[in-house]
């Protein structure tokens, strides 16, 4: 097990796991070093291909991954067998077994789950698909009642490096004006910094779901653990993962370890 692995706390039920990997214990080397999960970066397609395998192996699950394209469309994994990766930047799944997963680097992933234990999401949310509503088309897609949701915020940019234009705060405001309160004036004329978490945070909360944690935890900041594309550029992409324990209750090997 990597002990630099990040694991949810939150109240979620006994069989909904979860983790997010960090940048450390892999097979990649500089500018990715060591556990980048992403393909599409310039990493070696070899040294990919064992992160994720060993990901697999310490999660007990399979990753389903996507081809994050900042948008809001959302997949149901249950009805989308692999090898297919499909073109969304959100996943559900209501069967045992099935690893939703995102990619970040910066980004805010967020995870999902009902307190019945019978549906979990992922969903990646930059701030174009934050602003696009991203997050309230996964509630919707999850079929359940928005109050009986759970959901948490994992490492993303914080709101002391996130620094955005006019047209950033703009498209927020356009829809809801409390979002005022997530951005704040640098003193040059048009700049922003912007608060991913409390952005994520108004828009869950008004779309009814009854808990939301995590958040905080900044990735440029905390760039020996996490990727971060604005403080790097060139680097790699760490995981949020989520999925249903089979209906046997056995643990996975990563909570075994």
């Known amino acids: 097990m990597n002990d630099a692995w990040l694991k949810p706390e939150w109240p979620a039920p006994v069989n909904v796991r979860s983790v997010i990997t960090g940048r450390a214990g892999g097979f990649s080397v500089a500018p ?32 389903r991954w996507l081809e994050q394209v900042h948008g809001v469309r959302v997949v149901e994994l249950d009805a989308c067998p692999p090898p297919d990766v499909p073109v969304a930047d ?12 995102v990619l970040t680097a910066d980004c805010l992933p967020v995870l999902l789950c009902d307190r019945a234990g019978t549906v979990v999401a992922a969903a990646h949310a930059g701030w174009r698909g934050l602003a696009a509503g991203v997050l309230e088309e996964t509630v919707g897609r999850m079929a359940a009642s928005p109050g009986g949701l759970l959901a948490w915020l994992g490492p993303a940019i914080g709101p002391r490096a996130f620094e955005v234009g006019d047209e950033v705060r703009a498209s927020f405001l356009a829809t809801d004006a409390a979002a005022n309160s997530a951005f704040v004036a640098t003193g040059v004329p048009g700049k922003w910094m912007a608060d991913l978490f409390t952005l994520a945070r108004q828009r869950l909360l008004r779309a009814g779901v009854g808990f939301v944690g995590g958040g905080g935890l900044c990735t440029h900041t905390h760039h020996l653990r996490f990727y971060s594309y604005r403080r790097e550029g060139v680097t790699g992409r760490f995981a949020s993962l989520i999925w249903l324990e089979g209906e046997s209750g056995e643990r996975s090997v990563w909570h075994k370890m």
């Open 32 to 63: 990715f070093d060591a556990f980048n999960l992403a393909t599409h970066v310039g990493d070696d397609a070899g040294a990919v291909a064992k992160n994720r395998a060993l990901l697999k192996l310490y999660a007990g699950v399979e990753p």
């Open 90 to 101: 959100a996943s559900i799944a209501r069967r045992p077994g099935i690893g939703c997963a």
